[in-house]
Nanobody
Framework: VQLQASGGGLVQPGGSLRLSCAYS????????MAWHRQAPGKERELVAD?????RTTYADSVKGRFTISKDNTKMYLQIYGLKPEDTAVYFC??????????????????WGQGTQVTVSS
């Protein structure tokens, strides 16, 4: 699966953004997609994910402000009420699940390049 993230930028505190992640390739193998972020000097963290069935989960720090969604070609992250601590590089990912030539279950995660979100006045 190929992923391409976009939509980042410089935003004032309290502002909003919508990040997009275009995906293509073996999309029939995808069982869950997600947004992650990595702030300077910190480890990458899961922000939100969405299953093929549309079930969503969110990190406690973003609940009520972030909304993940997807259609047949793109995944989105709508962000409201941005805070300085949301400043990070945001990455999208897709987890594929399938059986290999030996009939063994395989799970693989593909990553898009990051898009920078900076929240500052």
């Amino acid at each position: 699966v190929q992923l391409q993230a976009s939509g980042g930028g410089l935003v004032q505190p309290g502002g909003s953004l919508r990040l997009s992640c275009a995906y293509s390739g073996s999309i029939d193998r995808i069982n869950v997609m997600a947004w992650h972020r990595q702030a300077p000097g910190k480890e990458r963290e899961l922000v939100a994910d969405i299953t093929n069935g549309g079930r969503t989960t969110y990190a406690d720090s973003v609940k009520g402000r972030f909304t993940i969604s997807k259609d047949n070609t793109k995944m989105y992250l709508q962000i409201y009420g941005l805070k300085p601590e949301d400043t990070a590089v945001y990455f999208c990912s897709a987890e594929e699940a399938y059986y290999n030539d030996y009939d063994e279950p395989v799970r693989e995660r593909s990553w898009g390049q990051g898009t920078q979100v900076t929240v500052s006045s």
